[in-house]
């Protein structure tokens, strides 16, 4: 009786776990699939990538997950987001960095980027983590 009732709660903490794994990541690619063709080349914007390896959009005009970035000031910005603004990281070909583009969308309907982050380098230049991890 002791060993089922160990092996249920082992089972349990295995779900718990795995759901706070999968639950923001699934948030996540299901966003990135709605709105991919908006911003699939818009990290042309700050004319620091030549080409990516894949991005992810993190927030549309409030839906979304909070992204835990460990620095203060992009995760201020990230929790301050409006209706009107969306999020998408951006990872470089081979993983050498990722950013964070924060995008404002205009009168007209279309983006302008607003600001963006570098989140992490292989360079040593920006060395922030997030939470669901990329890279």
Do not use: C
């Amino acid at each position: 009786m002791k060993r089922k009732t160990v092996f249920i709660v082992i089972v349990l903490i295995a779900l718990l776990v795995g759901a706070f794994i999968a639950v923001p990541r699934i948030q996540v690619n299901a966003l990135t699939s709605q709105h991919a063709a908006e911003f699939e080349d818009r990290y042309k914007d700050i004319g620091y990538y030549e080409d990516i390896e894949y991005f992810k959009v993190i927030k549309y005009k409030g839906e979304g997950i909070d992204l835990y970035v460990s620095s203060p000031g992009m995760r201020e910005k990230l929790q301050a987001m409006g209706d009107d603004e969306a999020a998408v990281l951006y990872v470089d070909r081979n993983s050498a960095s990722a950013s964070i583009l924060i995008f404002k969308e205009n009168p007209s309907g279309d983006w302008e980027m607003d600001t963006w982050f570098t989140v992490w380098s292989k360079s040593g230049s920006a060395d922030d983590f997030t939470w669901p991890m990329y890279r």
